[in-house]
C-alpha cells in the first residue's frame, strides 16, 4: 500500500487550496498532529497541539461563518492580524469557500495597508481589535477570532478548486513603497511541495518551529508541508530572536525556519547559554543568509550522519541556505551548511529539480559562467501574476524567464553565488560593478566584531559615493579606526568610492515588514543628509 506521502504526490486534484480536506480524505489519523499555534485558538489554550480533527472542526466553524455572512467563490478577502492563528485559520477557512484570502503584514503602516487594501478591491476585511482600528474607509467584516463562532455541522461542502484558481495573494517587503500584490493559484503553490513528497523526508522535518513571518508565502507553504508530512509545528507570531531562543529551549523542535533576518538576531545572542541541543536543522529562505550568522548556527546542535559504522549523531547542525520569494512559490535554490562548509561567498547552491535557472543580459540572452548578470528563473512554483497589476507582471519577465530582481553569476561547476538586489547595486553590463550585498558579507567575514552591517551607494555630482555603516558587538570599540580593514575587504572598485564608514545601533537601519533593509529610504536620506550638510547618524 502506499504511503500517504505517495498518495498525496499521486493525486492530481491536491493543491494550495485543499491540503487539510484531501489528506483527511486520504485516511490521515484524526488524532494525529494537526498544528500548534503560540495563541488561544477558540475554547483552546495557547499551545494546546491541535490534533488534524480538532485542527479541521475549528476551520469548519469558520467555514460556516463566512458562508452564512455572504463569502464565497471569488471573493477577494484581506486578513491584517499579528496572531499567528487568526491568520492561519482564516486562510484555510478561506480557501474552502473558494475565497481569495489576501495576507497582510502586521507591521504595514496604516497608509499604506489602507492603499494596499484599495488596490486589492477587496469584498471585506478580516481585521484583529488594534488593526481595525487603524482602517477608517476599509469594509471590515469581523474580527478574524469571530469566525470560531459559527457551527461546525453547518459548514457548506469544499469548494472544488480548478488548478489555476487563484488561492491566495500575499505581498513583497515593500522596499520601494506599497507592496506588490503576489498571486498564487491552487497549483502553483504546491508544485514544489508536491515534488518534495516524492523525495525522501529531511531530518528536522518532523518537529518544526515556524519563525517565518506568518503572512508570508513561505509560512502558506509550510502549513501545506507539514500537513502532507504528518509532521508537528509550533507556528510564532512574534519571530524576535530572545522569543525564539525561548521557544526553542521550551519546545525543542528539531527544525527550524526562518529569514536572514532570524539568524542575524540570533548572532547577536551568546548562543552557548541556551540549550539548543534538540535542533538538527536550520532553514532560511527569502534573502540568502551571511557566513558568519551561518557559522554560529551550525556550531550548535546536532545532525545524523551515515559512516562506515552505520548512523550516527554528531554535534553541529545543517543550515540550509538559498534564494526564494513571493513570487518564486518556493526557495528556487539550495545549498546545506555544516560546521565543516568552505563554500560560502553568498553562494545560494543550485536551483532544485523543479526548477531552471539562468543569468541573462539586459536583452534576456544568456550569459557564460562567470558573468554577472540578472537572474532568471522557471518553475511550476512561480506566481502567474500581480493582483491588478499587469504593468509590473510584465515588467518582470523577459525572454520566457522571470526575473527576481536580483544580480548573481553562476561558476562552472553550475553553483549560483548572489550579488546584490538590482535597485541597490551599480552594475551595468559595462562600467563600474559595484555591490552592496556582497559588500556587506565580506566585511562580516573579515571582522569579526561587526554583528551586522548595511552599505548603500549614492551618485552625487555625476560620482558613485559608498556609504558603510557597521553595528558592532557589545565589546568593541565604538571609536576604532576601521577604515583600512574595510576597504581591504570590499576591494579596490568600491574601496575607491567609500565616502564615510560609520557606527550605528541595531534600531538605526529603516527596514520593512519582514525585516530587510529599505535601502531605497537609506540612500535618500544620506542625499538629504549631504545636501543639508548634516553628518553620518551614529
Known amino acids: 500500500m502506499k504511503s500517504l506521502r505517495a498518495q498525496l504526490a499521486a493525486d492530481p486534484a491536491i493543491g494550495a487550496g485543499n491540503v487539510l480536506a484531501t489528506v483527511i480524505a486520504h485516511g490521515a489519523e484524526l488524532q494525529g498532529p494537526g498544528l500548534t499555534f503560540d495563541t488561544a485558538v477558540d475554547h483552546f489554550p495557547a499551545e494546546h497541539p491541535l490534533t488534524l480533527g480538532e485542527l479541521d472542526e475549528r476551520v469548519q466553524a469558520r467555514t460556516a461563518w463566512l458562508r452564512e455572512h455572504g463569502i464565497g467563490g471569488r471573493d477577494v478577502v484581506a486578513i491584517w492580524a499579528t496572531e499567528a492563528a487568526d491568520i492561519v485559520l482564516s486562510f484555510l477557512a478561506l480557501t474552502r469557500v473558494g475565497a481569495i484570502p489576501a495576507l497582510m503584514n502586521g507591521k504595514m503602516a496604516p497608509a499604506i495597508a489602507e492603499e494596499y487594501i484599495r488596490r486589492l478591491r477587496v469584498t471585506g476585511v478580516l481585521a484583529d481589535a488594534e488593526h481595525r482600528e487603524k482602517l477608517s474607509g476599509a469594509p471590515i467584516l469581523a474580527e478574524p477570532k469571530d469566525l470560531g463562532t459559527g457551527d461546525p455541522a453547518a459548514a457548506p461542502e469544499h469548494y472544488r478548486h480548478h488548478q489555476d484558481d487563484p488561492v491566495v495573494i500575499t505581498h513583497t517587503s515593500g522596499t520601494t513603497g506599497v507592496p506588490k500584490a503576489v498571486l498564487h493559484t491552487h497549483t502553483t503553490l504546491y508544485a514544489a511541495l508536491k515534488h518534495l513528497l516524492t523525495m525522501p523526508q529531511a531530518q528536522g522535518t518532523d518537529r518544526i518551529l515556524n519563525a517565518l513571518p506568518i503572512p508570508h508565502t513561505a509560512t502558506i507553504l509550510m502549513v501545506n508541508q507539514v500537513l502532507g508530512n504528518r509532521a508537528e509545528m509550533l507556528l510564532l507570531s512574534s519571530q524576535d530572536a530572545p522569543n525564539l531562543l525561548r521557544q526553542i529551549e521550551r519546545w525543542k523542535p528539531r527544525g527550524v525556519y526562518g529569514f536572514a533576518v532570524t539568524w542575524a538576531g540570533l548572532a547577536r545572542e551568546d548562543l552557548s547559554r541556551h540549550d539548543l541541543a534538540s535542533v538538527r536543522m536550520w532553514f532560511n529562505t527569502g534573502d540568502c ?3 558568519p550568522h551561518i557559522r554560529k548556527l551550525v556550531a550548535v546542535g546536532s545532525r545524523e550522519t551515515v559512516t562506515s559504522q552505520g548512523r550516527t549523531t554528531v554535534p553541529g547542525s545543517h543550515f540550509i541556505d538559498g534564494l526564494g520569494s513571493s513570487e518564486m512559490g518556493h526557495n528556487g535554490f539550495h545549498v546545506t551548511h555544516t560546521i565543516d562548509s568552505e563554500h560560502y561567498g553568498r553562494c545560494i547552491g543550485k536551483p532544485y529539480q523543479f526548477a531552471e535557472a539562468t543569468v541573462l543580459d539586459s536583452r534576456g540572452e544568456e550569459l557564460p559562467p562567470g558573468n554577472p548578470g540578472l537572474l532568471g528563473f522557471r518553475s511550476p512554483s512561480v506566481s502567474p501574476a500581480y493582483w491588478n497589476d499587469s504593468v509590473n507582471t510584465y515588467k518582470f519577465r523577459l525572454n520566457g524567464w522571470f526575473l527576481t530582481g536580483d544580480l548573481v553569476y553562476r561558476d562552472e561547476t553550475g553553483h549560483f553565488f548572489h550579488l546584490d538586489r538590482v535597485p541597490d547595486a551599480v552594475a551595468g553590463f559595462e562600467g563600474p560593478q559595484l555591490y552592496t550585498s556582497m559588500s556587506e558579507e565580506r566585511i562580516l567575514a573579515a571582522l569579526p566584531e561587526v554583528l551586522d552591517c548595511t552599505v548603500i551607494i549614492v551618485q ?3 560620482r558613485f559615493l559608498t556609504d558603510v555603516l557597521l553595528e558592532l ?15 581591504r575587504a570590499v576591494g579596490e572598485e568600491v574601496a575607491a568610492t567609500i565616502r564615510r564608514i560609520a557606527v ?35
Open 473 to 487: 558587538s557589545p565589546d568593541a570599540d565604538p571609536a576604532a579606526d576601521r577604515t583600512e580593514p574595510v576597504r
Open 289 to 291: 543568509a551571511h557566513e
Open 504 to 538: 550605528i545601533g541595531e534600531d538605526d537601519v529603516p527596514v520593512t515588514v519582514t525585516g530587510k533593509v529599505r535601502k531605497v529610504a537609506l540612500r535618500q536620506e544620506r542625499l538629504d543628509g549631504v545636501a543639508a550638510g548634516a553628518g553620518v547618524r551614529r
Open 460 to 462: 552625487e555630482n555625476g
